[in-house]
């Protein structure tokens, strides 16, 4: 049995459903099928999203909404007619968005959750509606009646572990299932959204819940790739990568998944394929528990910007009791969240996400540690990124740190930071994000610049 998810490229037009719907038929282990809302139909697009996120604001601020509901009607009455279907799918639509537009006003998160999701939860009723006119057995199904139950937190829902129980029954239905994904309901009954990249959560929760042989995601891309293509020209293509390798790649910034997507189905062993639905015959990326990783002990290079720095000097804070437990308490007491913190003896750094540090906090966080920790020196710096370079082989691999520090000596970036987990699966280098893609090009000549056209 398989799961496949198609994303907002894969279901954006009609001409795309179609290739959907074909993927579908010619295959009868693929038995739920889960969508996102339509996305680009070309660079200068606009995702149904983006006009959702639009039609919400614009509610939220008291002001008309019809312009912006219309915009959003305008894409679903344009791949109905592409399809070939009546106007009663379109009507539907219609109603379901002016029911949520009715949503209490008072409740931001809530409403802003409820009308975001009404891209997935439209366009699956469509595309179900879709598959049963070709004569495919098919059902639209929402998540509330499939017992996707998760935490009432809008925007960054948790699924609950009783979710799974529920789902376990979808395996034994005959007919396809075109599920919606992106959100769940709260044991209240409430709609809440997952973080970004929520389909991609629903699609992996999905195939744990079912226990499925294999969890099939359908993007534009024929495989994951050792680098960015936007930097790197043909970089190579990812033919195996492990569960640990994808989640250190997605962190830094590899936009095929969101970095905690893949959880569900790394806990229950579930393979993941990456595929593309404009070439569905290409064997795409598998994702799997373990690789053999002898041809190249690095897999891939990353880079993800935005990233700050709050650096920290005392003499003798190695002898202090408590001094770091002291200087993340200040941090939680903010709300900050951090991703590294490397040590001296007597200074460190901790780095976080500069989008949570705002002037006034930054204020605030300086002005404490200089006053309850009575620092010699504190200070902010921003505009970093941290490049990352992944291989579940590095740790049995001597001189992939020498390599990669010879190759910014070559580029003439300056290495702000460097930090190593005691898994060795990721070597992380601070730089200035202004070196950034720079720094990718380099470190990819370095480990890749002799590959072929993939590697294992």
């Known amino acids: 049995m398989k799961v496949a998810k198609f994303g907002g490229t894969s279901v954006a037009s009609a001409e795309q459903i179609k290739k959907v719907a ?5 295959d009868k282990e693929r038995k739920i099928i889960v969508v996102s809302a339509p996305g680009k139909r070309s660079s200068d697009d606009t995702k149904v999203t983006d006009l959702l996120i639009q039609l919400g604001e614009t509610l939220l601020k008291g002001e ?13 009455e344009d791949i109905a007619e592409g399809l070939g279907l009546g106007k009663e799918i379109v009507a539907t639509i219609e109603a379901d968005l002016r029911e949520r537009l009715q949503f209490d006003r008072n409740r931001p998160g809530a409403c802003m959750d409820l009308i975001k999701a009404s891209g997935e939860d439209n366009n699956a009723k469509l595309i179900a509606a879709y598959f049963q006119s070709i004569g495919l057995n098919a059902t639209y199904l929402n ?10 937190e809008p925007g960054n829902a948790q699924v609950l572990p009783e979710a799974y129980e529920h789902l376990k029954a979808l395996r034994d239905r005959d007919e396809i299932i075109v599920f919606p994904g992106f959100f769940g309901y709260s044991k209240e009954g409430s709609l809440v959204t997952f973080s970004r990249g929520g389909s991609d959560i629903t699609g992996s929760i999905l195939a744990a819940g079912v226990k499925a042989d294999l969890y ?21 293509k990812i033919k195996k990568m492990t569960y640990r390798e994808m989640r250190e790649l997605s962190y830094a910034g590899f ?12 806990r229950n062993g579930i393979p993941v394929c990456v595929k593309n639905t404009n070439n569905p015959s290409s064997s795409g990326t598998m994702i799997i528990a373990e690789r053999e990783y002898f041809m190249n002990p690095v897999i891939g ?27 993340l308490h200040i941090l939680e007491d903010e709300g900050l969240s951090y991703e590294h913190m490397p040590s001296g003896i007597d200074d460190t750094s901790v780095i976080l996400r500069q989008e949570q540090l705002t002037e006034e906090i930054e204020e605030r966080v300086v002005a404490r540690i200089q006053e309850e920790l009575q620092v010699d020196d504190v200070y902010v710096e921003r505009d970093f990124a941290m490049v990352m370079i992944v291989g579940e082989g590095m740790h049995n691999t001597i001189g992939i740190s020498s390599r990669a520090t010879a190759a910014l000596t ?16 990721s070597l992380i280098l601070g730089i200035h994000a202004s070196d950034a ?19 294992q």
């Open 301 to 327: 290079i990353a880079a993800d910007e935005g990233f700050a720095t709050i650096y920290v000097r005392k003499y003798l804070m190695n002898r202090e009791v408590g001094f770091g437990r002291k200087l």
């Open 64 to 76: 008309d909404t019809e312009n912006e509901l219309q915009a959003v009607l305008n894409r679903y």
């Open 437 to 455: 893609d720079r720094t990718v090009v380099e470190l990819y000549h370095e480990f890749f610049g002799g590959a072929e056209e993939t590697v």
């Open 410 to 425: 070559r580029a003439n970036v300056n290495i702000e930071m460097i930090n190593q987990g005691s898994s060795e699966v």
């Open 216 to 236: 099939e995601n359908f993007t534009d891309v024929d495989s994951v790739f050792a680098a960015n293509p936007n930097i790197i020209d043909n970089p190579v």
């Open 255 to 266: 936009s095929v998944f969101h970095d905690e997507a893949l959880f569900p189905a790394f």
């Open 143 to 152: 998540p509330e009646d499939a017992g996707l139950f998760v935490s009432d």
């Open 22 to 26: 074909s993927i579908v038929a010619e």
